[in-house]
């Protein structure tokens, strides 16, 4: 049964920093590629970010570029958003997701329709 868990929302002032981590089970999420979207309420689902397999490709929204980074670890067992320089407008649910077409895909997509598997969420909420 694949699964995702996202973790590490919260709340942070401007200007602040988190790192949030999805890790997989049911699958191995080291051979596809992962995204990160976020969604605000009345506001579609935004692809913030993704990595292809290997993650020598990676690919940004422009309102993220700069200041956010994705991220697999060395096992490949865990994938990491680090948000740096946070604004109130990054305040949303967080979601990771995985394309379970993409085993061995060197590029990804930021595309919601892409990605087959989603996690529950998690928060984060940037206020002063």
């Known amino acids: 049964q694949v699964q995702l868990v996202e973790s590490g929302g919260g709340l942070v002032q401007p200007g602040g920093s988190l790192r949030l981590s999805c890790a997989g089970s049911?699958?191995?999420?080291?051979?596809?590629?992962i995204g990160w979207f976020r969604e605000v309420p009345g506001k579609d689902r935004e692809g913030v970010s993704c990595i292809g397999t290997s993650g020598g490709f990676t690919n940004y929204a422009d309102s993220v570029k700069g200041r956010f980074t994705i991220s697999r670890d060395s096992a490949g067992n865990t994938v990491y958003l680090q948000m740096n320089n946070l604004k109130p407008e990054d305040t949303a649910v967080y979601y990771c997701?995985?394309?379970?077409?993409?085993?061995?895909?060197?590029?990804?997509?930021?595309?919601?329709?892409?990605?087959?598997?989603w996690g529950q969420g998690t928060q984060v909420t940037v206020s002063s």
């Open positions: 997701a995985v394309d379970l077409d993409s085993s061995g895909n060197y590029y990804c997509s930021r595309g919601i329709d892409d990605y087959d598997y």
């Open positions: 049911g699958f191995t999420l080291g051979s596809y590629t």
